[in-house]
């Protein structure tokens, strides 16, 4: 049964950090998008989403990131709901308020979590079935990476980003650094130079996932391969890496998505809380959070 919320409620809904724990680039395809392997996992911390429905359109900006996006022309927000309208006729959308927290262009998936958080808003407020498939073609025009977010919970991820695969991961505690450097998606793709029809590698097979010690171990045989392009971008990366890889108990370290965003892996969120404290002391001006991820 469909249940539509009463008159002038305001709807919430958080919009996690998305973490690729790993990212293969398996080529690029003759549309120039390159297609992927990642395991996608979602982190405890994210920007937040409300919607009071009505008939206007419209987006208001609060939080620490605000400002980065002030300038913006048009939020990913506003283009899922734009995309969603486009298939669903008489769709009711609304006054957004997004509470950004999240670091822009940083391979968090942010503004593509924005965007999927923005679906489920209104979704519930026009009474549409999660599994309705306009929802995931709004997804997939809005971005490569709302499909992945929209079904919010941790698998792995083919294609330019539409095919889902759900795949339960164990929990760690995670650290999350970016050196406050934002990287655009568009360049380090670019940075690759792969000719459009190239291939170059195959999707890994499914890892063991079920234990902790099972996924590191597969996870260590894995890569990110945006990692040297963000790099050469980005050259801070490396000493986010040493920093990370200095912290008691850290597990694995790697880059999401196209950076700079970098990530630790530990055991608990206690071990994760205590080397987060460590980063952000020895490093004031990076963005450094501790979380729960999986
Ligand atoms: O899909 P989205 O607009 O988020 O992608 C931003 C840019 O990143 C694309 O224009 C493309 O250059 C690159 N990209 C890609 N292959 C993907 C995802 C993104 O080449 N699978």
Same mark, same amino acid.
């Given at each position: 049964?469909?249940?539509?919320?009463?008159?002038n409620?305001? #709807?919430r809904?958080? $919009?996690p950090?998305?973490?690729n724990?790993t990212?293969r %680039?398996?080529g690029?395809?003759?549309? +120039?998008y390159h297609?992927?392997?990642?395991l996608v996992?979602?982190? +405890?911390?994210?920007?937040?989403?409300a919607?009071?429905?009505?008939t206007?359109?419209?987006? $208001?900006l609060?939080?620490?990131?605000?400002p980065?996006?002030a300038g913006?022309g048009?939020?990913l927000?506003l @283009?899922? $709901? @734009?995309?969603l309208?486009?298939?669903?006729?008489?769709?009711?959308?609304g006054r !957004?308020? #997004?509470a950004?927290r999240?670091?822009?262009?940083a391979?968090?998936?942010? +503004?593509?979590?924005?965007?999927?958080a923005a679906l489920?808003? &209104?979704?519930?407020a026009?009474?549409?079935?999660?599994?309705?498939d306009? &929802?995931?073609?709004?997804? &997939?025009?809005?971005?490569?990476? %709302?499909p992945?977010? #929209?079904?919010?919970?941790?698998?792995r991820?083919? +294609?330019?980003?539409?095919?889902?695969?759900p795949?339960a991961?164990?929990? !760690?505690?995670?650290v999350?650094?970016?050196?406050r450097?934002?990287v655009?998606?568009?360049?380090? !793709?670019?940075?690759?130079?792969l000719?459009p029809g190239t291939?170059?590698g195959?999707?890994?097979?499914?890892p063991e996932a079920a234990?902790?010690?099972?996924?590191?171990?597969w996870l260590?045989?894995e890569?990110n391969?945006?990692?040297p392009?963000a790099?050469?971008?980005?050259?801070?990366l490396?000493a986010?890496?040493?920093?990370?890889?200095?912290?008691s108990g850290?597990r694995?370290?790697r880059?999401?998505g196209?950076?700079?965003?970098? !990530?630790a &892996?530990?055991?608990?969120c206690?071990?994760?809380?205590?080397a987060?404290?460590?980063?952000?002391?020895?490093?004031?001006?990076?963005?450094?959070?501790?979380?729960?991820?999986g």
């Amino acid at each position: 049964m469909v249940v539509h919320p009463p008159p002038n409620a305001v #709807l919430r809904e958080r $919009a996690p950090a998305k973490v690729n724990l790993t990212l293969r %680039v398996l080529g690029r395809r003759a549309d +120039g998008y390159h297609d992927l392997s990642s395991l996608v996992a979602f982190a +405890g911390v994210g920007d937040r989403l409300a919607l009071l429905p009505g008939t206007e359109l419209a987006l $208001a900006l609060e939080g620490p990131g605000a400002p980065a996006l002030a300038g913006e022309g048009d939020n990913l927000v506003l @283009r899922a $709901a @734009r995309a969603l309208a486009a298939r669903v006729p008489g769709l009711v959308t609304g006054r !957004f308020t #997004l509470a950004k927290r999240l670091p822009v262009a940083a391979g968090l998936g942010g +503004g593509s979590a924005d965007a999927a958080a923005a679906l489920r808003l &209104l979704a519930r407020a026009n009474g549409l079935e999660t599994d309705d498939d306009r &929802l995931f073609e709004a997804a &997939l025009a809005t971005g490569s990476d %709302v499909p992945a977010c #929209l079904y919010g919970r941790s698998c792995r991820m083919g +294609g330019r980003g539409e095919a889902i695969t759900p795949l339960a991961l164990p929990r !760690f505690g995670a650290v999350l650094v970016n050196p406050r450097v934002a990287v655009a998606t568009v360049d380090v !793709f670019r940075a690759l130079a792969l000719a459009p029809g190239t291939r170059c590698g195959e999707a890994a097979p499914a890892p063991e996932a079920a234990s902790r010690s099972g996924l590191l171990a597969w996870l260590r045989t894995e890569l990110n391969d945006l990692e040297p392009p963000a790099r050469a971008l980005a050259p801070v990366l490396g000493a986010v890496e040493r920093a990370l890889e200095a912290t008691s108990g850290a597990r694995l370290v790697r880059m999401s998505g196209s950076g700079a965003t970098m !990530f630790a &892996l530990y055991d608990d969120c206690r071990a994760a809380a205590a080397a987060a404290r460590i980063v952000a002391a020895a490093h004031p001006g990076w963005w450094v959070k501790s979380t729960v991820l999986g």
